[in-house]
């Protein structure tokens, strides 16, 4: 598969979450699939574990079944966060225009999900469900890098991807769209995959560095 010609900084730094300009139209070929997944397994895990699946999922009735759940989690999440994002707005102009713009691209995802070409669901074997914060830690943390690894290398072959989340709301039932067992295996995230409409993407704005940093002590 080609592999776009930037370089890592610019990598790191333009892998956006990618909604309105996905290729709906573009199918995606299970090769670089593949091909992306080989490299994320390359991410660490706690005591090399390697409890991570990968649920591809290219099924349109699938697909369908995924976005129906998370349309509904979209939901719950707007209804639960409402309070959170007013106050937010409130903050700052320069912050309402922020999340007008995440919703807007947000919305366009919850409209078009089912018609991405391509679904990956990052799992881990174990449930975080009442596990001391160490335990969750170690769970996640032996998923999350491999889900951001697959993401950078879909970006260096002109695929587009964003981490979402909200059918997770809905994760047993998605479990059982998937035949995955939910008991023993809980999924992390939901990645739609597309080819971009371009490929040049910018750096995001972010908060200051220095207002984040802490160094030797908070
Ligand atoms: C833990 C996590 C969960 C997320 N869940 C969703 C989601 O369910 N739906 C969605 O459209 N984006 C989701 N996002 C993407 C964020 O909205 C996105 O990172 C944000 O819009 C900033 O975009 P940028 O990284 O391109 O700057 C999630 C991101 C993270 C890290």
């Not at 991807?161 to 067992?181: D, K, N, R, Y």
Request: net charge negative; hydrophobic share 45%; aromatic share 8%.
């Amino acid at each position: 598969m080609s592999v776009l010609d930037i370089s890592i900084d610019a990598l790191l730094t333009t892998t956006r979450s990618v909604r309105k300009r996905l290729d709906l139209s573009r199918p995606v070929e299970p090769e670089v699939i593949r091909e992306c997944l080989e490299l994320a397994l390359q991410a660490p895990t706690g005591s090399n574990s390697q409890g991570w699946h990968f649920v591809v999922v290219t099924d349109p009735h699938q697909r369908h079944a995924l976005a129906t759940l998370y349309r509904k989690g979209a939901a719950q999440y707007i209804e639960l966060m409402a309070p959170v994002f007013q106050q937010r707005a409130a903050a700052s102009e320069q912050e309402a225009t922020t999340l007008a713009r995440v919703f807007d691209s947000g919305q366009y995802l919850i409209d078009h999900l089912h018609e991405v070409p391509v679904h990956v669901i990052p799992c881990i074997q174990g449930r975080t469900d009442h596990l001391p914060i160490v335990a969750q830690s170690s769970l996640w943390g032996s998923i999350m890098p491999a889900a951001w690894s697959f993401m950078l290398a879909a970006r260096s072959r002109g695929l587009g991807t964003s981490l979402t989340s909200f059918h997770l709301f809905f994760e047993q039932e998605a479990a059982e769209v998937l035949g995955i067992p939910y008991e023993e295996v809980m999924q992390a995230a939901l990645i739609p995959v597309a080819y971009t409409l371009g490929t040049d993407f910018k750096p995001a704005v972010r908060k200051p560095l220095e207002s984040v940093l802490h160094w030797d002590r908070w």
